[in-house]
């Protein structure tokens, strides 16, 4: 493990010398360790360095452990906290837990006790990176996720047009939010459409605008969503759901930087960043004559993937936190925790509906919860109750996923080697490639 990727430790005691014994048997875990005296220097020392857990004493003077946890929650809602103490008891403890107190250590430390406790914690809360580049709306702390904000960072101040793809609840409009904020028209609108929500017959005024009398019902001229996101951006999500006359005009807008509004006569010019989106595989549609090749390639100058959130499992937690307290506030309630094994059924779950179904649960649980700990039975209970939420897959969708699955892991066992990968599958190597085109399948990236 190298110095980057080993997990932070902030240890808090009023005694120089258990300080320095404590720091060395945590080191020898594999752990970095920083060593502060008081809880004035821990919170100083919190705004220079990101920590993945504190580790303070009970009583201290000027700011005890618990004032200090107390600016924690506010302040880091989702850095896990043990406290230690010469007097423990069980009133401690409890109270200690209600506070939401990862774990309560007596002393004499048992090292074996305070090593389980911190492996826990960060097993649950993860690792933190460095801070998030960007000042984004995006909560994270993911090594996948900070790269494509990074990306989003580099890729903000160009005209180029983005397309995000992901599967449905990944947060695909947060990121194109991202990419507005750190481009040159941030100072403009940023407006959003779902293309599949719009039925098709409308969905061309909607983009375009039309003039009064233009069709039936049309009683006033409308402006259209380009003039609406003009100077700024204009967020296309789920592109692929365009029908196929409408993806022609949009090519031709994109093209021009003109519009026509429905019964306009006079071409509009216009200057509007597009961001697109799309759950669908588009090369695959592209094969099956359900989006335009051309289309494709003006909006995928730049592809950005989101990945499901089962893959980054070092942002449950945080995400957890985070829309708890958004959703107490909501409620005029005061901020709640998680209980360890409510948080580690959380982090263990496997979110097929990704981000959209983790708020929902939380949302489920906090209006659920009468005190201020959110027990593991009521997580559980939600769990199983939000079972359906992520739409099933069709059977031909669940063929393909299975067909592509098959393939990869076939050519993963072959390390790359597409005739001997056609061997295992019992199938000609001409076919093989063809399969391997269908799913547009980086055979490189698997080596």
């Known amino acids: 493990m190298n110095e980057v990727t080993k997990p932070r430790v902030l240890l808090v005691d009023d005694d120089a010398s258990l300080l320095k014994l404590l720091a060395i ?47 924690l ?17 069980i009133p401690d403890a409890v109270e200690a837990t209600k506070q939401g107190i990862f774990a309560f250590i007596t002393k004499p430390v048992d090292k074996d006790e305070l090593f389980d406790s911190l492996a826990k914690a960060i097993e649950i809360h993860g690792v933190h990176g460095d801070e998030t580049p960007t ?46 904020q ?20 409308l969905l061309e005024s909607e983009l375009f605008g039309h003039k009064k009398g233009a069709f039936t019902g049309a009683v006033k001229d409308h402006q259209g969503l380009f003039q609406q996101a003009q100077g700024g951006t204009l967020f296309l999500d789920e592109i692929g759901d365009m029908p196929l006359n409408l993806q ?13 509004p429905v019964g306009f006569q006079e071409e509009i010019p216009i200057d509007v960043r597009v961001v697109s989106a799309t759950h669908k595989n588009l ?28 893959e980054r499992r070092e942002d449950i937690s945080l995400l957890a936190q985070h829309f708890a307290g958004l959703i107490a506030k909501r409620m005029g ?29 939380i949302e489920q649980v906090v209006a659920l919860t009468p005190g201020k700990v959110i027990a593991a039975q009521l997580v559980e209970s939600a769990l199983n109750s939000n079972v359906s939420i992520a739409e099933p897959l069709s059977l031909n969708d669940a063929k393909k996923e299975f067909e592509r699955d098959y393939l990869i892991n076939t050519l993963k066992m072959s390390a790359g080697n597409v005739a001997e990968a056609a061997k295992l599958a019992k199938r000609n190597r001409s076919d093989f490639y063809k399969l391997i085109k269908k799913h547009n399948i980086n055979v490189e990236s698997l080596i």
């Open 283 to 310: 090369p695959e549609a592209i094969n099956n004559q359900q989006f335009r090749e051309d289309l494709y390639y003006r909006l995928n100058v730049v592809n950005l993937k989101l990945p499901p959130l089962c």
């Open 135 to 180: 000042q984004t709306n995006i909560v994270t702390r993911s090594g996948a996720m900070l790269h494509l904000l990074e990306q989003v960072k580099l890729l903000g101040p160009t005209q180029v047009n983005v397309l995000i793809s992901g599967a449905s609840g990944t947060g695909k409009e947060l990121l194109a939010q991202a990419i507005h």
């Open 25 to 71: 048997r945590i080191e020898s875990k594999g752990y970095l360790v920083s060593t502060v005296e008081s809880g004035i220097e821990a919170l100083q020392t919190l705004k220079n360095q990101t920590y993945d857990a504190v580790i303070t004493d009970l009583r201290m003077d000027e700011m005890d452990g618990m004032a200090l946890h107390r600016q």
């Open 248 to 260: 022609v005009k949009l090519l031709r807008v994109l093209q021009e930087k003109t519009i026509r």
């Open 73 to 89: 929650q506010s302040r880091y809602p989702s850095m896990p906290v043990i406290m230690m103490t010469a007097h423990g008891s």
């Open 182 to 201: 750190h481009s040159h028209v941030s100072d403009g609108p940023f407006v959003a459409i779902n293309c599949g929500a719009v039925p098709g017959e």
């Open 333 to 361: 309630q005061d901020q709640k925790q998680f209980a360890n094994d409510a948080m580690h059924a959380l982090v263990r779950y496997d979110w097929p509906g990704n981000i959209r179904q983790l708020q929902n649960v």
